[in-house]
């Protein structure tokens, strides 16, 4: 029996990716839905209240000024449709939250865990109860989401367990990366990672069959590649255009070079969408254009052999 796979990642607070995501499952015929991580936005977008029913917000370098409140909602929808919060205060609030880093981090953690929660009870009407969903963290996500996946019902949250893609293909998961130039939530040097993938490594025995989502992909594969940076994180150029390097996992190269299993899943350098081999192991990235409303995935077709069929689609 084949199992259809629909596989994506790094949404970052994209709704209109999210809706795509979950009707993959009936466009495609996915028997699995499988996201691997950036569930989170990159940013809020104050809407200040001037007085008398008037607002200012400065959106992708236009000025707003707002007249009442459906002319908000709108601009709110907008903002959202961007991948970005909003928030709407009055000048001494906004003054206030600059100076005060704990509490706007936690009106920032308040609004990824509201657009989750909105994105989770969209499941119910949107995706059969026999399509297994499968969602797990990146770097750039919060740990506040963490709990909030863990207790929705038609999700399946896979870290620090295995989990059964199908009756063939066990599947382990791990959504740290190696240290980024962004100072992202999860990150850690490389032999922090080394260890904790020699950990969830252990929990299996089945190589031969098993599926690794590793948020970040393989040092070298090419489907790791992005701008190099300086020190100002500008990009850098040279006599040929843009500097690319490789800037992937050392540390998961190394294990999925020792372990050899039969898939790694990755996604976190959206400019590298591709497909490899590291021996015997498919690794997958199927990149990212959440900024333009654009779905990146991959449909995979598995059978107690392996992979059987897969194409990348863009939506």
Known sequence: MVTRIFYAGDLHGSTVCWRKFLNAANKYNANVLILNGDLTGKGIIPIVKMGEGKYFTSFLGKEYHLKNRREVEEIKEKIESASLYSLVADEDEIRELQGNKERLTKIFEDLIVERLEKWLNLIENRVNKDVKIIVSPGNDDYFCIDD?????????????????????????????????????????????????????????????????????????????????????????????????????????????????????????????PGLTKIGRTICINPGSEYTEGILSGYVIDLDPKGITKRFHIRG
């Open 148 to 272: 909030v996946l863990k207790e929705c019902e038609r999700v399946i949250y896979p870290l620090n367990k295995v989990v059964y893609v199908d009756n063939h293909h066990p599947m382990i998961s791990y959504e740290y990366t190696n240290p980024t130039p962004w100072n992202t939530p999860r990150e850690k040097p490389e032999e922090e990672l080394k260890k904790d993938l020699e950990k969830l490594f252990k929990m299996v025995h089945d190589y031969e069959n098993l599926i690794c989502m590793f948020h970040c992909p393989p040092f070298d594969s090419a489907i790791d590649t992005a701008p190099k940076l300086d020190k100002d994180k500008r990009i850098v150029g040279g006599a040929f255009g843009i500097v690319k390097i490789p800037v992937g996992s050392k540390a998961v190269r190394e294990c999925i070079e020792k372990y050899q299993p039969q898939i790694g899943l990755h996604s976190h350098i959206h400019e590298s």
